[in-house]
């Protein structure tokens, strides 16, 4: 009798274990199928079940398909399709209440079949729905009890936290089926003429950030150098979010003049000023439902700060000679080539401002930065000079690809681009040589390299950056970046404090 006991017990024991296993495993979605075979099995063994069937619903045909079964028929009563509201399975379907039915045959709803086409006798079910986010997209149920017992309702209690486990695995897997078309969809449309080339680790975290907030409305500051493709990465994160089918709408702060800024950005109505013959609607109120970049935001005055933060903070503004309050809902990027902390810091940039805009902050790396990406830029450009000019060939010569990897670039991939599109039109036309880039190999100081500094002070100052540099490569992992520098992860992160090193 004792080992009988423990002979009992032992299922038990295991689907527990597992219980907990398959709990670890519903939010990392591998393998579907292979999931829910587990969970079903799972259930099957913790409640000695004779059979199992988990059944989805086609939302196309308004049908229960069996997608998991257990039992000696398992593979028979997979061919089977069920319509919604028929049988006990359909009925749960639909109602979205479990049952428990101790004897099918003295049940109306029981479609029997089933049961008899495959030759599988039945006498109690227990059946329960699975939902997602109240939806009902499928039923769990199981039959018989493989020593004869009765199902009882802690069964039904059991078996809905398998049915919950289930549909939770569902539904991770088509969030990441959903992420991955999203991404399909995007890298499709990276085909456009506003493409971001490069594959270096600092590029892929910059695309992965705007991945991340691309379907928020969370402002985001776009900070690097000229010519590092700032405004390429703002159209990528408006192509990416739920406002793609909206208008994008583009201003360059510092092409504006001072005086003309506040009627670009909001408008006028006819008769405002002299020479306002007509209303004029300005770019917030283009913008609206979709996102507006505000390039070289650095550019704006501190007049026009203060009325651009009233308009970010109350999603309410008047156009210029108007007092009908517009209402605007618009996602922000803005941009900046500034050290943007710096000019708050000396009293240049509103800090009111600069916190409402710098929600999310995302760095452009400077082509210095990831030169490693300079043969794949180079033969995009290339590609396309080339067909603009009707070549067919015209490769870059070794030299001349050399002299590209120790250029500066000063410019970033702005002026690659404008090299090149010079070195195809002025070019003999057979082949890009080092003559043709109008690029001088004139590297500017290392930092530290200054005079009245200390020994100490340019030592510093060059750790300070070199530390920088490998963040930077790195996405910010300070253990590959420590490993490439050749110390501790633990020294390096004191020194990060030590310098008072920013995340990058």
């Not at 075979?37 to 259930?43: R, S």
């Not at 994008?248 to 702060?253: A, Q, T």
């Not at 010569?397 to 120790?406: D, G, I, N, V």
Request: some cysteine; overall charge positive.
């Amino acid at each position: 009798m004792k080992k009988q006991m423990v002979t009992d017990k032992q299922p038990t024991d295991f689907s527990i274990t597992q219980f907990k296993e398959i709990s670890t495993w519903v939010t990392s979605v591998e393998d579907l199928d292979q999931l829910l075979e587990l969970i079903i099995e799972t259930a099957t063994r913790m409640m000695r079940a004779k059979a199992s069937s988990l059944l989805l619903v086609d939302q196309k045909t308004k049908r229960l398909y069996f997608k998991v079964a257990t039992g000696d028929k398992k593979d028979d009563v997979k061919k089977f399709e069920i319509e919604l509201g028929q049988g006990i399975a359909g009925h749960v379907a639909v109602t979205g209440e479990p049952l428990l039915i101790p004897d099918v045959s003295k049940d109306p709803r029981w479609y029997k079949e089933i049961s008899e086409s495959i030759g599988f006798s039945t006498k109690s079910i227990v059946c329960v729905p699975m939902k997602i986010d109240g939806e009902i997209i499928g039923v769990v149920e199981i039959i018989d009890k493989t020593d004869g017992s009765a199902i009882k309702d802690t069964d039904i209690k059991l078996l809905a936290v398998f049915a919950e486990l289930a549909a939770l695995a569902i539904k991770s897997a088509r969030k990441i089926a959903r992420v991955k078309k999203e991404n399909k969809s995007l890298k499709e449309a990276l085909g456009s003429q506003h493409q971001i080339i490069g594959d270096c680790i600092a590029l892929r975290k910059v695309i992965t950030d705007a991945f991340k907030v691309a379907n928020s409305k969370t402002n985001t500051l776009i900070v690097g150098e000229s010519g590092t493709g700032k405004e390429l990465l703002a159209r990528l994160i408006h192509r990416a979010g739920n406002r793609r089918d909206e208008p994008l709408v583009i201003l360059n702060c510092a092409a504006i003049p001072e005086s003309l800024l506040e009627d670009e950005l909001f408008g006028h109505e006819k008769g405002a000023f002299t020479g306002a013959l007509d209303r004029k609607i300005g770019k917030f109120e283009l913008a609206d439902k979709g996102t507006i970049f505000l390039d070289e935001i650095g550019e704006m005055s501190l007049s026009m700060q203060a009325k651009f933060l009233r308009v970010l903070q109350e999603e309410v503004f008047h156009r210029i000679g108007g007092n009908i309050p517009i209402h605007v809902d618009v996602r922000v990027i803005a941009a900046t080539n500034k050290d943007i902390a710096k000019e708050v810091a000396e009293g240049r940039f509103r800090e009111d401002l600069y916190y409402r805009l710098n929600v999310v902050q995302i760095r452009m790396p400077s082509l210095r930065e990831r030169k490693e990406d300079i043969p794949l830029l180079a033969e995009y450009f290339l590609d396309k000079f080339k067909k603009e000019k009707g070549l067919s060939r015209l490769p870059i010569s070794p030299k001349a690809l050399e002299k590209m990897m120790q250029y500066h670039w000063p410019g970033n991939v702005r002026e690659l681009k404008n090299a090149l599109e010079r070195a195809v039109v002025l070019g003999n036309g057979r082949e890009i040589l080092p003559e043709d880039l109008p690029i001088f190999n004139s590297n500017p100081n290392p930092p530290g390299f200054e005079v009245g500094l200390t020994l100490q002070d340019a030592i510093n100052g060059f750790k300070k950056e070199f530390i920088k540099l490998n963040l930077r490569y790195t996405g910010g992992n300070r253990s590959k970046a420590a490993r490439i520098m050749g110390i501790q992860r633990t020294y390096l992160s004191s020194l990060i404090s030590k310098y008072q090193i920013q995340e990058v």
